[in-house]
Nanobody, 123 residues
Framework: VQLQASGGGLVEAGGSLRLSCAVSGRALSSCAVGWFRQAPGKEREFVATISLSGGVIRYGEFVKGRFTISRDNAKNTVYLQMNSLKPEDTAVYYC?????????????????WGQGTQVTVSS
């Protein structure tokens, strides 16, 4: 399974970005997917996860209704819509997949990782 994250960039505080995670090598419909982020000098942090069916979604506590994860199995792509961005959201964002029904908040529970996409929020 290969994952390709894209959609990062530079945005002002209060702005929005939509990240995409394209999955190849295996049907997305067989994977639960998660988004994580890592800022310089910090550990990788859970952002959001969506189950294989799309019916179970979880978010990190810091999200507070600002982000939305979704999936389009026909396009083999998972999205992370990020609104009301803050400077503290600046990080490299990674998507990850696991061959399971449910996603997880734990880094070590994922089998496959994308290369990451940089998100920078200016104040």
């Amino acid at each position: 399974v290969q994952l390709q994250a894209s959609g990062g960039g530079l945005v002002e505080a209060g702005g929005s970005l939509r990240l995409s995670c394209a999955v190849s090598g295996r049907a997305l419909s067989s994977c639960a997917v998660g988004w994580f982020r890592q800022a310089p000098g910090k550990e990788r942090e859970f952002v959001a996860t969506i189950s294989l069916s799309g019916g179970v979604i979880r978010y990190g506590e810091f999200v507070k209704g600002r982000f939305t994860i979704s999936r389009d199995n026909a396009k083999n792509t998972v999205y992370l819509q990020m609104n009301s961005l803050k400077p503290e959201d600046t990080a490299v964002y990674y998507c990850a997949a696991r061959l399971a029904l449910l996603g997880s908040t734990k880094v070590n529970d994922y089998d496959y990782w994308g290369q990451g996409t940089q998100v920078t929020v200016s104040s």
